[in-house]
């Protein structure tokens, strides 16, 4: 694996640090195109470990042996603080990065089967990697709401990876989800709600939808981790409130890095963000 990055001291932190974004592969652009809309005055730089993805079907020590790599090449890029968007890293990986690194805000996503329930959803379909959903995490938020909802979770083994290769993946992807549905057509209560328990999900919910052939609410939990950056940013005096460089400042700067490091690769990410999941 190429470094991006090498680890060292790390320089004064203040609001004109950039935020870091980091996915298994293509699937954060998903969160981060929501953050950048939510935070117009912040810069942004997303790394994608497109080399190793997915994560979804990986064990709990290689996803945290990777999430950490990623998390030296963005803290060499000096980030104030560093999204997690990847439902399986932050729920395998998420707590010990804080305590090695106590020196920056660490946020996560996962399943937002909270909000859906919140929400008043009472017939959930949960969609996220085998990993995800095999931790005792996801085993507890179950739990938790099972007797106000009737939740479905359901594997999704080699999704992400169809999803990382853009548009040209459609043709299989659509496949996939009409073979992997066909049990929930038999369901006596039609689905009100869909948990899209992974990042990449969100790129192709327009196809999920047309394939469960529901107008079941589909939840990403994005706005919210939107809000929590915020909120975590103004208590530690990192948000900024004003552009730099005076009245010409530039725009917001998004930066892309990626593990597999090639110009195709990063075309696409740029491509993704920008215009999303389409083939024009």
Do not use: W
């Not at 064990?59 to 790599?69: A, N």
């Not at 996503?109 to 949960?126: Q, T």
């Amino acid at each position: 694996m190429d470094e991006i990055g090498v680890k060292g001291a790390r320089e004064v932190i203040d609001q004109k640090c950039p935020i870091g974004v980091f996915d298994s592969g293509v699937g954060g652009i998903s969160t981060l195109r929501t953050l950048a809309k939510m935070l117009p005055l912040e810069d942004f730089i997303f790394y994608g470990d497109s080399a190793n993805a997915p994560y979804g079907e990986k064990t709990s020590e290689q996803v945290y042996e990777l999430t950490q790599h990623a998390v030296e090449q963005l803290r060499a890029r000096n980030v104030k603080a560093i999204v997690i968007a990847c439902n399986t890293a932050t729920s395998a990986a998420k707590p010990e990065l804080m305590k090695r690194y106590p020196d920056i805000p660490f946020l996560g996503i996962e399943p937002a089967l909270k909000l859906a329930v919140d929400s008043g959803k009472k017939n959930i379909l949960v969609l996220a990697t085998p990993l995800t959903l095999s931790l005792d995490k996801f085993r507890r938020q179950v739990a938790r709401f099972s007797d106000q909802a009737t939740i479905h979770p359901l594997p999704c083994p080699g999704l992400a990876a169809l999803i990382e290769r853009g548009p040209a993946g459609l043709p299989s992807i659509e496949h996939y989800l009409d073979e992997l549905f066909k049990p929930l057509h038999d369901t006596e209560k039609p689905l009100d709600g869909v948990v899209l328990g992974c990042t990449h999900y969100p790129f192709i919910a327009d196809v999920i939808e047309k394939h469960l052939g529901s107008h079941a609410e589909m939840f990403t939990g994005f706005e919210g981790l939107g809000r929590y950056l915020t909120k975590q940013l103004v208590d530690r005096g990192l948000l900024r409130t004003q552009t730099f460089g005076g009245p010409l400042a530039p725009t917001q700067q998004v930066e892309f890095l990626s593990s597999n490091n090639t110009a195709e690769e990063l075309s696409l990410y740029r491509s993704l963000f920008e215009r999303g999941f389409s083939a024009s």
